[in-house]
């Protein structure tokens, strides 16, 4: 038996050690809470990991101040244990003792024991007494458990002030702010005291706002308030404890009296107005004040004072050397004016030119307020300044003297600052300027660069400058005068560029330098589709001499030839010989043939050529005649529906659709009956007859200018029998752009399959995909753009069950990319199949085709004349011509070529 007993001693504290290593140490927590002062309050200790315990050892420390110890109540799970609970002197802490033959164990978070206590307010923390075996748990060996212990506490939630408001000074009218910050904090009640013992509450209103927020604002405050004292009682809504902040002080200083110069601009030479305005003018009995001004810019004329002023005595003087105006006033009632109100009016006469407007501080009393104890005020003096409103122009590079030959050009330049106009003038004889205008030899007389055309030999020495101004003070300046010196110039024979429309024209050759000729050749080149000679004018002052004229085969030249022994002179300008041409339309140039040497020629009596400037030409139509871009399609109609024909064309400004029923005689058509858009260039018919089957249609596209006329390719009218309409739209896009071509049908009934295809121009459209209407999305589809031009979209359906479609439905849509130009999108009905319909039998359905076209929004630009080269001499002027249809904006470019 012994030896049983011992072995089971040995087991025992082996099995209950097992068993709390495999549950864990006890944890104990003691709680934080928080509560009302003057309430009771209960803490429970809580447990977990709570197993086999059979004694308890607590000591949970508090603060006597704060709490009283006055009960407890145990877990009734340890009720059949012995249980002693003590708080014993000093009172500030708990004491408790536990223990039972029978092991306890609780769950997780089990309340194990319930303090109760008095609570007073304040803080106190729940503190275990971990210095000896105080606090301890036991098995039922006595040994002690493993064991964690969480302390707590206890507080209320009486607010506590963090910042305290502060003391503010402030400017009468400002504005001051008092603020305080605190924890615990849900109420706040600002409170005023004028006398530092009597506190009164404040409302919001008035002067006073944030009166119930921990920020208080006091705007515009006054003198009267200097002194009063401010304080916040801050409170909480729990249990309504509350706590009042220190009390803060408002200092109220009379404001700084503020004299501001205004920044003026005025025109020179005009009356000028300078008002002194002051701010916080209050109570003032004598002012002094000096203003620096310079005698150069401002000249003193006279004063107005302010009339709250004119009781007292004002002295005003602007002595020797002029350069500061001095105001001294004083007054036995002392002046109060509103804020922004003109103090004095000093008044000048502006000469021009910049200068500030600065007071006298360095001198000491030269501005100063007092009041009338002769106290000096505190003051603020703001500076200004006088512009003019605009400044003067300034010539920052003059024109420069200018040699040039005689029929050549000549350019004087100017560069400025602050120059708005310009006006060039002229001084022909040394003494008198002239304004110049534009006229054929002058451009650019009212800009900074002159340019004088075609100089003569007589305006040798005359000279040249500009007047600049501005326009706000209409100040002007002149330039230097730049002289022209004209020398003689090589002889210069020119060749017109002229726009005309189809015709008999005229092509004068002019000559400049034309001195002591002798003989002369040339020779031009000219298109022979465009121009054929047919006849001349000479001038008479060759009628001595001898002359030849002829356009040999293949008519690319036109030759002509001149000897005389009397040499021949001509005024600058003078036509040698006008060339009168039949004129087809169309572009040709009008250009000297310069190689081989002597085919262009001019010499003197000596047969020594002349120095010669050969100026080209051309010729191109006033206006360019229409050209077909896109002729008409043939149209397939049912009868009672709308046919359409429509064309495209570049340089047209009228159309004229004509009708044949036999397809030789033609007859203008008017919007009348079912005819619409006669006289545009889109064609409607509407509810076709039978009766019209087969007639065809064109249209006469003229130009309003030269009256030039092309007619169209004649389409054809098909009108088919009651059936299926299908019908491809006309669209206009911009290049570039994805467009989408919606197939729509009328009386789609009964089709259990069809067959689609359409043809287009590929350099033009490029096919992406396309949607089919969802109603038939039942059958079997296929759709492709075969081919090695890929100039085709086919489409291909065929259902079990028939489909009806509504009047104007998408049958299908074909999706594109447009690179621009146009292109028909057609149906090919030349293919047999290719367009079908069909029911469910298999039987063909009657159908009529309508056409459809892509084009651009806006036509792609033409050009009708293109520029030409031209040979010239170093430092003469050339010029380049180019017309174009539809173009809004030129830009000329050069290229360098490198030899």
Not at 357 to 383: M, Q, R
Not at 647 to 654: F, G, L, Q, T
Request: with cysteine; hydrophobic share 40%; glycine share 8%.
């Amino acid at each position: 038996m012994k030896v049983r007993i011992f072995t089971m001693a040995l087991v025992l504290p082996m099995v209950l050690w097992m068993t709390q290593m495999a549950t864990g140490q006890v944890i104990t927590t003691a709680p934080t809470l928080t509560a009302c002062p003057g309430t009771t309050i209960s803490v429970p200790v809580t447990v977990q990991n709570f197993n086999s315990i059979a004694s308890v050892s607590l000591s949970l420390g508090y603060d006597p101040t704060v709490m009283t110890y006055t009960s407890y109540t145990i877990n009734p799970a340890l009720a059949g244990g012995f249980t002693v609970v003590n708080s014993p002197t000093p009172f500030n802490k708990v004491l408790l003792a536990w223990f039972a033959l029978t092991p306890v164990t609780l769950p997780a978070g089990a309340v194990l024991v319930t303090f109760n206590y008095n609570y007073t307010g304040g803080n106190s923390n729940l503190n275990w007494d971990l210095s000896s075996t105080a606090c301890q748990y036991s098995d039922l060996m006595g040994d002690p458990v493993s064991a964690d212990w969480v302390n707590g506490s206890v507080s209320s939630s009486t607010p506590s002030i963090v910042t305290q408001p502060v003391s503010v000074n402030a400017s009468a009218g400002s504005t001051a702010d008092f603020t305080v910050t605190a924890n615990n904090a849900s109420t706040y009640q600002w409170q005023e005291s004028t006398n530092g013992s009597t506190w009164n509450n404040l409302n919001n209103g008035g002067n006073y706002s944030g009166v119930n927020t921990n920020h208080l604002t006091i705007s515009n405050v006054t003198t009267a308030m200097n002194g009063y004292q401010y304080r916040c009682i801050v409170g909480e809504t729990v249990c309504n404890q509350s706590v009042t902040s220190n009390p803060a002080m408002l200092m109220v200083s009379s404001p700084s009296t503020t004299t501001t110069l205004p920044n003026l601009t005025a025109c020179p030479g005009t009356p000028v107005s300078l008002p002194v305005i002051v701010d916080n003018f209050t109570g003032i009995a004598s002012i002094s004040m000096t203003v620096n001004l310079n005698p150069l810019v401002l000249t003193y004329t006279g004063y107005t004072l302010n009339p709250s002023l004119t009781g007292g005595t004002a002295v005003v003087n602007c002595p020797p050397p002029y350069n500061q105006l001095i105001l001294a006033w004083f007054s036995l009632s002392p002046a109060t004016l509103a804020s922004g109100s003109v103090l004095v009016t000093f008044n000048f006469s502006y000469s021009g030119g910049t200068m500030p407007l600065t007071f006298d501080l360095a001198n000491n009393g030269a501005c100063l307020y007092s009041n009338i104890t002769g106290e000096i005020l505190p003051s603020v003096w703001n500076n200004g300044s006088v512009s003019p409103s605009a400044p003067l122009p300034t010539v920052t590079s003059q024109p420069a003297d200018v040699s040039a030959n005689s029929g050549t050009s000549a350019n004087f330049i100017i560069t400025s600052t602050n120059a708005t106009t310009y006006q060039w003038q002229e001084n022909t004889n040394g003494s008198t300027w002239n304004n110049i205008n534009n006229s054929s030899n002058y451009s650019g007389t009212t800009s900074n660069h002159l340019i004088i055309s075609n100089i003569s030999i007589i305006m040798n020495g005359y000279q040249y400058r500009c007047q600049l101004g501005e326009t706000v003070c209409n100040q002007s300046v002149f330039s230097n005068p730049a002289s022209l010196t004209v020398t003689s110039s090589d002889v210069i024979v020119t060749l017109p560029s002229i726009n005309s429309c189809p015709g008999t024209i005229n092509v004068p050759i002019t000559a400049d330098n034309f001195t002591n000729v002798a003989s002369l050749s040339i020779t031009i080149i000219i298109d022979p589709v465009v121009l054929t000679l047919t006849g001349y004018d000479l001038n008479p002052s060759f009628a001595g001499g001898y002359f030849g004229i002829n356009s040999p085969s293949p008519y690319t030249q036109v030759l002509a030839s001149w000897f005389s022994l009397t040499p021949v002179s001509l005024a600058n300008g003078s036509t040698m010989l006008t060339l009168i041409f039949s004129y087809s339309g169309g572009t040709s140039p009008l250009s000297f043939n310069l190689i081989p040497e002597g085919t262009c020629m001019i010499t003197d009596m000596s047969a020594s050529p002349m120095p010669t400037e050969w100026v080209n030409g051309s010729i191109s139509p006033t206006a360019a005649a229409p050209t077909v871009s896109m002729q008409p399609v043939n149209a397939n109609a049912e009868n009672g529906a709308t046919a359409s024909f429509t064309c495209i064309a570049v340089n047209a400004s009228a159309y004229q659709w004509q009708e044949s029923a036999n397809g030789t005689s033609w007859s203008n058509i008017t919007n009348a009956g079912d005819y619409s858009g006669a006289t545009t260039d889109l064609l409607v018919i509407s509810n076709v007859s039978a009766g019209i089957n087969g007639y065809l249609y064109r249209c006469r596209i003229t130009e309003d200018v030269c009256n030039q006329a092309v007619l169209t390719d004649p389409a054809t009218l098909t009108v088919v029998s009651s059936g299926i309409i299908i019908t491809i739209p006309n669209i206009s896009s911009c290049p570039g752009t994805a467009v989408s071509f919606p197939l729509t049908v009328q009386n789609f009934t009964d089709v259990a399959s069809f067959s689609i295809t359409t043809n287009f121009n590929p350099a033009v459209l490029t096919y992406t995909g396309y949607s089919l209407n969802p109603a038939l999305s039942g059958g079997f589809t296929v759709v492709n753009c075969p081919g090695p031009d890929f100039n085709q979209v086919k489409a291909a359906w065929f259902s079990l069950s028939a489909v009806n479609l509504p009047p104007g439905a998408t049958l299908i849509t074909f999706n594109f990319n447009y690179s621009g130009g146009s292109s028909f999108v057609s149906f090919d009905l030349v293919t047999e199949g290719n367009c079908a319909f069909s029911n469910i039998l298999g039987d063909l359905l009657p159908a009529g085709w309508i056409n459809g076209f892509m084009g651009p929004t806006v036509p792609l630009i033409n050009i009708n004349v293109m520029p030409t080269g031209i040979s010239a001499l170093a430092g003469h002027a050339v010029f380049f011509d180019c017309l174009a249809t539809y173009a809004t904006a030129f830009q000329w470019q050069e290229r360098i070529l490198l030899t």
